[in-house]
T-cell receptor, first 113, second 117 residues
Framework: EDKVVQSPLSLVVHEGDTVTLNCSYE??????LLWYKQEKKAPTFLFML????IEKKSGRLSSILDKKELFSILNITATQTGDSAVYLC?????????????FGKGTHLIIQP | NAGVTQTPKFQVLKTGQSMTLQCAQD?????MSWYRQDPGMGLRLIHY???????DQGEVPNGYNVSRSTTEDFPLRLLSAAPSQTSVYFC????????????????FGPGTRLTVL
C-alpha cells in the first residue's frame, strides 16, 4: 500500500486557471512533507512543511499542511505554460526505515495556452 | 558552487556489463543519496550515506553498490547491469540528514539516464 498518494495523477487546464494538487500520506513518524517540481529530469525543491495550518507561499505557489487529516495541498494561481511539469510530494519519516523520503507518484500538470 | 553534479548524463549498457555512476557535491554536505525514477512511480531510494565512510541501503538496493570515501563523492556501481535497471538516476545531497529535524533543502543532481539492453 502506498504511503504517499497524490491526486489527480494528471491535470490539464488553461492558462490563467487556478489548480489545487493534493497529497495524502500515511506514515508512522511524520517529520515533514516536501513538494518538488520536476521538469525534464531533475526535480527542484518548492516547499518543506512541518507545522500544521501554516501556509508557505512563493509567488503564485502556496502550500498548506493538515497533520490531523494527513494531507497537504499545493495551489498554483494564474497558471502559466511554464508551470507545466510533474509535481512531486514526498514525506519524511523520523527514526526507523530508510533515511530518505517516500515520494508519491506525482501529478502531471499541463497548462494549455 | 557547482552544486550536485552527475556523470554521465546518458549511458547505454548491455546486460551483464558493469559501470559506475558518478555523483559529486561541493557544498560540504554530509548527507547524500541515490534515487531511481521510473515512469508512473515516484523517486525510490537506492542507497544513502550520512557521512564519509557510512552507507546504508534504501528501498531498492539490490543490484547496486555504493561507497563514500570522501564527503564530496558518492558513486553508484552496477556490477552486472540488467534491463530492469533501465531508469533515470538522481543523486541528492543535503547538509543534514533528513531525519535530523532541521529544515533543510535537498539538492538534486541533473540525473543520469541509463538504458540496459
Amino acid at each position: 500500500e502506498d504511503k504517499v498518494v497524490q491526486s489527480p495523477l494528471s491535470l490539464v487546464v488553461h492558462e490563467g486557471d487556478t489548480v489545487t494538487l493534493n497529497c495524502s500520506y500515511e506514515v508512522t513518524n511524520f517529520r515533514s512533507l516536501l513538494w518538488y517540481k520536476q521538469e525534464k529530469k531533475a526535480p527542484t525543491f518548492l516547499f518543506m512543511l512541518t507545522s500544521s495550518g501554516i501556509e508557505k507561499k512563493s509567488g503564485r505557489l502556496s502550500s498548506i499542511l493538515d497533520k490531523k487529516e494527513l494531507f497537504s495541498i499545493l495551489n498554483i494561481t494564474a497558471t502559466q505554460t511554464g508551470d507545466s511539469a510533474v509535481y512531486l510530494c514526498a514525506v519524511e519519516e523520523a527514526g526507523g526505515g530508510a533515511d530518505g523520503l517516500t515520494f508519491g507518484k506525482g501529478t502531471h500538470l499541463i497548462i494549455q495556452p | 558552487n557547482a552544486g550536485v553534479t552527475q556523470t554521465p548524463k546518458f549511458q547505454v549498457l548491455k546486460t551483464g556489463q558493469s559501470m559506475t555512476l558518478q555523483c559529486a557535491q561541493d557544498m560540504n554536505h554530509e548527507y547524500m543519496s541515490w534515487y531511481r525514477q521510473d515512469p508512473g512511480m515516484g523517486l525510490r531510494l537506492i542507497h544513502y550515506s550520512v557521512g564519509a565512510g557510512i552507507t546504508d541501503q534504501g528501498e531498492v538496493p539490490n543490484g547496486y553498490n555504493v561507497s563514500r570515501s570522501t564527503t564530496e563523492d558518492f558513486p553508484l556501481r552496477l556490477l552486472s547491469a540488467a534491463p530492469s535497471q533501465t531508469s533515470v538516476y538522481f543523486c541528492a545531497s543535503s547538509y543534514s540528514p533528513l531525519t535530523s529535524g532541521i529544515a533543510d533543502t535537498q539538492y538534486f543532481g541533473p540525473g543520469t539516464r541509463l538504458t540496459v539492453l
